[in-house]
Nanobody, 122 residues
């Protein structure tokens, strides 16, 4: 099992920054082979992949956030981060972190956090 708890959301003005955190725990995470990611979903809209990182150090970003967001992980603290800079109003959403025990980052993430709200005002 893996448990994920997001934090760090809030309200900021356009152009500002936030850093989201995702605390990871559980026996499944100690396996060390993983793909983790940040996703966002606004009411009435489909879930969108924002950024992914795996245990090989590979990352990928949505075109809409590339160059503005940075995904990283501190394995010693068992915490995933999403540094968000130059925020835009369209970044407003609920952000979720997700975990998969496969390094190759399949389409299905079996574990999800509860989400944290990010609101960007213009």
């Amino acid at each position: 099992q893996v448990q994920l708890v997001e934090s760090g959301g809030g309200s900021v003005q356009a152009g500002g920054s936030l850093r989201l955190s995702c605390a990871v725990s559980g026996s499944g995470y100690t396996y060390r082979s993983y793909c983790m990611g940040w996703f966002r979903q606004a009411p009435g809209k489909e879930r969108e992949e924002v950024a992914i990182i795996n245990s090989l150090g590979r990352t990928r970003y949505a075109d809409s956030v590339k160059g503005r967001f940075d995904i990283s992980i501190n394995n010693a603290k068992n915490t995933l981060y999403l540094q968000m800079n130059s925020l835009k109003s369209e970044d407003t959403s609920i952000y979720y972190c997700a975990y998969d025990g496969n390094w190759y980052c399949g389409s299905d993430f079996p574990y999800w956090g509860q989400g944290t709200q990010v609101t960007v005002s213009s």
